[in-house]
């Protein structure tokens, strides 16, 4: 199960990566607004790694949010894209919030006594 939710934890981030730095034309739109987009994508990132490294959850939310400024700065060489602080915070909050439903998923789990290593 873990080697599953690792996939998906980095094909939602390859997806997010191509949506934030790729052309704007091809980014999905919806009724969110951009940064209800912005949240709801890197609260799943956040959520997808937060239950698929749960070995150091704190560290590995550290480099989820370092990696988030990262394609926010990358931005400023990705032509027609822009760079802003907002979209960081708000990107950064989100996958914060991704790791936080993650450690409550697990900590339901192992409080209501479910085993989740099974097959």
């Not at 790791?99 to 789990?109: E, L, N, R």
């Amino acid at each position: 199960m873990t080697i599953i939710l690792r996939i998906i934890a980095w094909l939602l981030a390859a997806a997010v990566t191509f949506a934030t730095l790729g052309p704007a034309s091809l980014r999905p739109h919806s009724d969110l607004g951009q940064d209800g987009e912005h949240a709801f994508a890197f609260i799943l990132v956040g959520l997808a790694f937060g239950l698929a490294y749960t070995g150091n959850r704190p560290r590995t939310a550290v480099i989820a949010m370092i990696a988030t400024g990262v394609l926010e700065l990358l931005q400023f060489w990705a032509p027609g894209r822009h760079a802003r602080l907002e979209d960081f915070i708000v990107d950064a909050l989100a996958v914060c919030i991704g790791f936080i439903v993650a450690a409550g998923a697990d900590w339901t789990t192992r409080r209501l006594g479910w085993n989740t290593t099974a097959a």
